[in-house]
């Protein structure tokens, strides 16, 4: 661990207890969104477009609502048409997405949906829902869709941020442009100039729990959702405005979940399981299968981007020059704007233009994944820096300290940092024995940074101090990465009360107070510090308790190791305990409630180190080593910030190696399951090395930044790069797989 | 759909001639997922776990008996068995993982009729024989003349294959198989190649088998790089005539597994260095059993 602020002796924070919530899950005990069965509960099932593009002409349900034990069948027209309600075009994305109106536009486009008593009946009822079709050309990928007379998804979709606003509707549904300083001088002070494009695929978050949903509706309008989510406030905002009615009409409770990585802050499910009940008067279960994950939900962008960057002898990047196209899939809303932010804001950089385009087309709706947008970008990004450092004889990691932002440099996104940790990532990766260990034949070494800025956004804690002096901490924060343990970790430090007599737990939406999502790597930071301010409520009145037992003023309290202090020693201490039982007697429960818009977020830099081994006759490319350095602000929870550390890398290594959506010409997926989406096994990875580095964020009470994004935004390009010092091949299109290794390698005998 | 399990191998003949569309299986695990996939489920499925010569591995001296539904576990787990057919043992331990190698057959391997099945192009090259079982007796046929094309097989529909016999391995022999997967395990052939070397007193090569798995609709012998080897050594030139002759003998498909151009260049590459391990492993094994 490389610690550049010692830990100013904190008791619980930075520990590794047994996590919370291990027991429960490894003994199958934990309730996942498809656990939870109701008393006459029915089953849905969800009937999808085999096409990637065409036009509803008709929906028969008849003959699947004759059917034994069938309770329901709705469709697009069972949904208020937001269109026709002037809602905003991002709630009527959304609608249309849940469930088709006039058009499909993906493969796996949800048409209708069945509920009947049993998973059988409700599947062969899916099947008999007839639905016509007009089949209608479509674009898969970037180049498809920009191309000039490309078929349109969206016939009124004119490009915003162009000025003037273009005439003529087209696939490209928004430019973002950043500039700075004058791109012809800065190119004309470089010694070499690179220029490279790049591609990349569309890759699924992969978590291993499909989507679920159970909805019990009451005959007065409102109901009740359990499901698997990142936030459950927002699956309560989302499901309302599909359904027409008002947020307080549902109360949503988080399950447990089976990872999430951005895919599960979107709806897919839960609306139609609401209407379903209302309609069949009964409880209603629908459950993805791991096909219906692939067609219909996440993935992350398929992009093509082209970077050109120039730098002088002594290192200097000179200028730089990105023009980035992102897939959104069916409707508006790629993460092309934080790769414009994020592309190069790990460099100082005099001189740049960052353009980008979102584009959609018949895929599915691309859903944010860890750092969403970063890593197709930076393995474009690192991958030229790579080369230049080649080409002028520098070290990969020289370079990178030659050009890194550091505290006060303009980031290429506009603020000015605060205090940031990247430079302390660049030396903790050279300090390590990982960096000048000896490589065999046919390996090669790979470097990469990685920038991610961290959320902070709307949080709320309530902690409650129970009758024998144990606390509960409640929050709204779906615990996907361990973030109970860490509330807990923080709440026993604040309160000086062990760790193991804290609960954290994950509250509904009608119990706690709004949380906004459990993403962006804010919840140790933001809900983290709402927990913080709660505990600092409890303490003060905790000290007021004592002063009145005491009969003293507040000021000659103070709260010491968990127990309320007189300042003079006059009076013998009271523990939680005993303030605790006495809680009667000095003012009633001692509760305490806070909700904050975060103070400050702490931006994340990430440098990582990759050794592989590639096979010259088979393009077979294995890692054998890594190792990633990562600021973390401070590690509340060191074994859950390694484990977010580890996570990121490896889904980059699948990423850059062996993960892609493969479509046939029709614009359906061949790949819709774990054994042709290939995700790493466990076998073919190497320990990952982890290096957390701690500059804490001077905006949280414990300095945390948080660590669960920006771990996947180097690995693409660190193997490219150690694949290219292997074998000297440049890699640029995603996945790099054996056969375009070997076809690249082929081309370098020839 | 009704689930059988008989006890003998008459007992299976004549519950497979008396309902038609009954299917035979031993681990179903390729059964159950194609079940789930959506392929139409037989009436009657017949487990043949219970017929004890099914599930059994013996040597009597001249040759060894594996029955057709054993565990591929039970046999890379037999020391005497890997020892002699290294690899075999290797093939068979390289389907799916340790939970599907305790339920996973040779017999279901083959039968199955993928032509990426792992354990074929090893048995093919070791000359394992399949004693087959119908309503008129049982008839032994070669392991290679199973399987006719992707799915499909020569066995008629109320015929199944009761055990594989292999003959005990000569002197200075070695087997071995390998294959191309992208990742490291639970993952298919993109190409398999399985050899088996015989040498001569002088260290030349007197027989030789090659064979090679997802590269054509069956798993394919390459005479022409056997007829490369014999009388030989391995030798550079003679290396890059059996990879030639291998590339030569495919027939793939681009699919979203691999292209035409990699298979066949893959088939060579393999197909040398599963040559090369055959070799060492004949040299290794100089006496007799
Ligand atoms: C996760 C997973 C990973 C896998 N990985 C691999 C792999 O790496 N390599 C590989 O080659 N395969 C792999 N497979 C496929 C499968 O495991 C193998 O083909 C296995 O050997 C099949 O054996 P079984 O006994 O389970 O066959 P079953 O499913 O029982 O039967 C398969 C077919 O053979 C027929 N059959 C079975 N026994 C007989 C018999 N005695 N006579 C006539 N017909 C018979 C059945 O009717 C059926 O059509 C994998 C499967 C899974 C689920």
Known sequence: MAITEENPGYKWVGTRPIRPDGLEKVTGKAQFGADLMLPGMLFGKVVRSPHAHARIISIDTTAAEAMVGVKAVITGSDFPDLAANGAHPSEIDVANNTIAREKVLYEGHVVAAVAATTREQAEAAAKAVEVTYEILPHVLTVDEAMADDAPLLHEGMITKGVDPAPEEASNVASKILHERGDLDQGFGEADVVVEREFTTKPVHQGYIEPHAAVADANSDGRAHIWCSSQGHFQMRAYSASVLGISPGMLKVTAAEIGGGFGGKTVIYLEPLAVRLSQRAGRPVKLVMDRDEVFRATGPTSGTRIKVKMGVAKDGKITAAEVWMAYEAGAYAGSPVGAAGMTAIACYDIPNFVVEGYDVVCNKPRVAAYRAPGAPMAAFAVESV???????????????????????????????????????????????????????????????AAGFWFNAGMMSSATVHINENGTATVVTGSPDIGGSRQSMALMAAEELGIPYESIKAVVADTETVGFNDVTGGSRVTLATGAAVVDACRLIIEDLRARAAKTWDVELDQVEWVDGQAQHVEGAQPPLSMKDLAAKSGRTGGPISANASLNSRGVGAGFSTQLCDVEVDPETGVTRVVRYLTAQDAGRAISPDYVEGQMQGGVVQGIGWALSEEYIHDSDGVMENPGFLDYRIPVASDLPMIDCAIVEVPNPAHPYGVRGVGEVGIVPPMAAVGNAINDALDVRMTDLPMSPVKVLEALNEQRD | MKYVAPSSVEEATSLLSSSPSAQVFAGATDVVPQMRAGRPAPEVLVDLKKIEELVAVANDGDKWTVGAATPTANLTEDPAFSEEFPGLAEAAGLIGSDQIQNRSSLGGNLCNGSPAADSVPAMVVNGARAVVAGPNGTRVLDVAEVVTGPGQTSLAADEFIVEFEIDRIPARTGDAYLRMIPRTEMDIAVVGAGARITLAEDGSIEHAALALAAVAPTVVRVPDAEAALVGNTADDETLSAVADAASEACDPIDDKRGTVAYRKQVAGVLAKRAVLIAIERAQQRNGTN
């Open chain 1, 385 to 447: 820096l790579d080369e230049l450092a080649r080409d002028i004889g520098m070290d990969p990691i020289d370079i990178r300290l030659a050009n890194a932002a550091v505290e006060g440099t303009q980031a290429s996104y506009g603020p000015k940092f605060p205090r940031i940790g990247f430079v302390e990532t660049l030396e903790a990766i050279k300090d390590h024995p990982n960096y000048t260990a000896d490589l065999g034949p046919n390996q090669g070494r790979g470097i």
